[in-house]
């Protein structure tokens, strides 16, 4: 279930490994329309947070394309690289040449 959200959500709103500029437009006005609305109508402060992040999620992504960033392309490593990277044991000396 989990993954074909995933895999609906990367079919419609990603395109070349970034966000589409629809959705980039979406995000930051509707971010920014939720700052204003909960800022003079409803002024609950959880909601002016949720519009930070979705304003901020356009902003952001715009900004990747700019710069020719792909942030939601696949892994050029294959699967299970990273796995055992990060792992030494006790006894094993780093040789710091």
């Known amino acids: 279930m989990k993954t074909d959200f995933l895999d609906k959500f990367k079919r419609h709103v990603v395109v070349d490994g ?55 392309e696949e892994p050029p490593y294959p699967p299970g690289w990273l796995d055992g990277k990060g792992k030494k044991n006790k006894n094993e000396k780093v040789n710091e040449d």
């Open 18 to 72: 970034s966000i589409r500029t629809i959705y980039q437009y979406v995000f930051t006005v509707s971010g920014i329309a939720l700052i204003f609305l909960d800022a003079k109508v409803w002024e609950t402060g959880w909601v002016i947070c949720f519009g930070f992040v979705l304003a901020g999620v356009g902003g952001l992504s715009g900004r990747a394309i700019a710069l020719k960033i792909k942030p939601f």
